[in-house]
């Protein structure tokens, strides 16, 4: 990977060149629309379909809701919130159903988890179309412009870099949830006699002998 140490903007202001890049691609990022590389699609109420013994999620912006028998895509898609919470990307490569507060994505062309890495880049917030709940429309989500390269290689690599690294983080993740547990554990063991509510006082414990008995054994 290296840095792109050309200064000048170009005379298309549509192309653009990202300031670090994998040396091995010199393509301008074509500006568009997103739009032009994905349909955003509806969720559905899951009331009719929800089976909680069935195999595939019904998911919402928070994630995971409960399951079904059906499923709205069975293709890798990025889902974006509809209503309340518009700025956490979701991306799946296994069936799903959304429901309706939540869009999924029907991606053209475009490496999907590439787009899912993308999206992570977009202030959703500013194109919030409520003053309550926020809120976005297809409509406005598609009419946004955003860099991409149209290399598919590139896309690859990028996607790929950006997949290790959440590797990563999920293990480290993982464990430091261990080393919390463990800690709690050892928290709890080494000061139980302390916290414990069964904590009685010495003399409660101690059975001492009256100071007269003790002269008197002193003397024997």
Request: charged share 30%.
């Amino acid at each position: 990977m290296e840095e792109n140490n050309q200064n000048k903007e170009p005379l298309n202001k549509d192309f653009k060149e990202p300031k670090l890049r994998f040396h091995e691609f010199n393509d301008s990022w074509h500006l568009q629309k997103i739009g032009n590389f994905l349909k955003i699609k509806n969720g559905r109420d899951y009331k009719t379909v929800e089976d909680k013994h069935g195999i595939y999620g019904v998911y919402g912006t928070g994630g995971l809701i409960t399951y079904a028998n059906s499923f709205l895509t069975d293709k890798p898609t990025v889902c974006i919130g509809r209503k309340g919470t518009i700025d956490k990307p979701l991306y799946f490569e296994k069936p799903i159903w959304t429901v309706d507060t939540l869009f999924y994505s029907e991606i053209k062309e475009t490496i999907p988890k590439f787009v899912y890495y993308l999206f992570q880049t977009i202030d959703w917030k500013i194109y919030n179309q409520s003053t309550g709940v926020p809120s976005l429309t297809s409509d406005v989500i598609e009419k946004i412009k955003v860099y991409i390269p149209n290399n598919r290689n590139e896309q690859i690599k990028i996607t790929s870099l950006f997949s290790l690294l959440d590797q990563k983080l999920t293990i480290i993740t993982s464990n430091i949830k261990t080393l919390k547990k463990y800690k709690e554990g050892l928290r709890k063991y080494l000061f139980s006699s302390i916290n414990s509510k069964e904590f009685k006082k010495l003399k409660d414990i101690v059975s001492f002998l009256p100071k007269s008995k003790l002269s008197a054994g002193s003397s024997e």
